[in-house]
């Protein structure tokens, strides 16, 4: 049970960014703050603990972060995982297709790297669900109200690590056409272009809008530049890697007479490279999860928001 000391004097006070619910901020009797911010609430982190000092401080959950990378019981966990594989997935892909020979000759089957690459965007569709449903249970707006049962479903559009998750998940849907479509055979340039490329920049754009979306919620602003926060580089590289696959969907366009796409390496290449933006983010994932979000006694402002260069 909780101490009387450590229960807010008044209700929670939100911080927003635009129409986005970042960071909820308590106010705790003995003049301290409790801040919860978005992301790290959702992934079940405790709150800084911000002291009439001004200094934020939160509890050490492990003696050291990166070395733990086991947390099966964990939802974000098994969203790090399936993003990692299928990530994993489109980096096989996206380096079999441009250098085949460095490869088990089964690689030089384009069929099979198409299969890939649909393999890897059912790998990202899960874990872009299941990251929508981690956000639709672990909204910090929910802070001060009494508790809920899990839900399937809801709609919380100024929660920006929904918003990011749903617009996402849309993403993967149509990655997933993309990469089913790129295994049908005998499609002339129209065809090529309207069921394998349409689908792949519409999905691109998903993903640019959606990584922005997180970016907001890490920075509590608009725009940061905030090195010493691993969300800050989850983020960061997750718009790196969106970046890159928008650059391979531009590339991956069919055009006539020949009905081939004429920069498909420089496609793969860029594949590639979002592929290894998106591992790298997944990876930072799982020591997140273990409280590996930079020091812990990081100084913030009364709003639990380290100071950051903001645009």
Not at 65 to 82: D, F, S, Y
């Amino acid at each position: 049970m909780s101490s009387a000391i450590e229960s807010p004097s008044e209700r929670p006070v939100r911080h927003t960014v635009g129409i986005f619910i970042t960071r909820v901020v308590e106010h705790l009797p003995d003049g301290r703050q409790r801040v919860s911010h978005s992301r790290s609430h959702r992934k079940g982190l405790p709150p800084f603990e911000i002291g009439r000092d001004g200094i934020g401080v939160r509890a050490a959950l492990v003696a050291n972060p990166w070395l733990h990378l086991w947390a099966p019981h964990r939802l974000a966990w098994w969203i790090a995982v399936l993003f990692i594989i299928g990530s994993s997935c489109f980096a096989l892909g996206g380096f079999a297709s441009n250098w085949p020979q460095y490869l088990p000759p089964g690689f030089k089957d384009s069929s099979v790297i198409n299969m890939v690459f649909f393999v890897g965007s059912l790998f990202f569709t899960s874990a872009a669900w299941l990251q929508l449903l981690e956000a639709i249970n672990g909204d910090v707006a929910d802070i001060g109200t009494p508790g809920r049962s899990w839900r399937w479903f809801a709609w919380k559009p100024h929660n920006a690590g929904y918003s990011a998750s749903l617009i996402q998940l849309i993403g993967t849907v149509l990655f997933n056409l993309n990469t089913a479509d790129a295994m049908i055979t005998g499609l002339g340039w129209v065809g090529e272009d309207l069921l394998i490329w349409t689908p792949d920049v519409i999905g691109s754009v998903c993903f640019l809008v959606a990584s922005y979306l997180a970016l907001i919620e890490v920075s509590h602003r608009f725009w940061s530049i905030q090195p010493r926060q691993v969300e800050w580089w989850i983020a960061m590289l997750n718009m790196l890697g969106s970046v890159a696959f928008m650059l391979a969907a531009v590339f991956t366009v069919f055009l006539p007479p020949s009905g081939e796409m004429e920069w498909a390496w420089g496609a793969d290449f860029f594949t590639l490279l979002g592929a290894a933006g998106f591992f790298s983010a997944s990876y930072l994932m799982i020591p997140e999860l273990f409280g590996a979000t930079g020091n812990n006694d990081t100084l913030m402002d009364s709003s639990g928001n380290e100071p950051a260069k903001e645009f």
